[in-house]
């Protein structure tokens, strides 16, 4: 069972299986270079075990699109060198970053989760939109 809401225009906020994803997107202009086509953003997310079973995140899978409908699959073990265990009411917080060549672009993807009893499931990390000051101004 998903539950998408969108609490900023470019957040992404999903709940799937009890388990809610949280990604907040920023243009970072110092690490940027319009000149060159390079635009870099920040995304923080915080994973929040709202269920009632222990889950442990194994792997991601990102899905990062230009503004030009250029795509580029990310798969990889784990978050920034982590692989969380959250009890049921815990949350866990990470940074990362993504360059795109474009103005703007979107991300989206997956956390492959298991539970204590060995059930693996997927857990759905909803659009969100990396946004420079470019298109903002």
Not at 49 to 58: M, Q, W
Not at 69 to 83: A, K, L, M
Not at 127 to 134: A, C, E
């Amino acid at each position: 069972m998903e539950n998408e809401t969108t609490t900023h225009q470019i957040s992404s906020d999903v709940t799937t299986e009890g388990i809610r994803i949280q990604v907040f997107p920023d243009y970072v202009p110092e690490h940027s270079n319009p000149e060159q086509n390079r635009y870099s953003f920040s995304y923080r997310v915080i994973i929040t075990n709202e269920s009632e079973a222990k889950v442990k995140l194994l792997s991601r899978h990102w899905l990062i699109i230009n503004s030009d409908g250029d795509q580029e699959s990310v798969d990889g073990p784990g978050v920034v060198g982590y692989t969380p265990e959250l009890e049921p009411g815990e949350s866990f917080e990470y940074s990362s970053h993504c360059p795109i060549n474009t103005v703007w672009g979107t991300m989206e993807g997956t956390y492959t989760m298991i539970r204590d009893n060995g059930q693996k499931f997927d857990v759905k990390i909803g659009r969100f939109y990396l946004v420079s000051d470019i298109v903002l101004a």
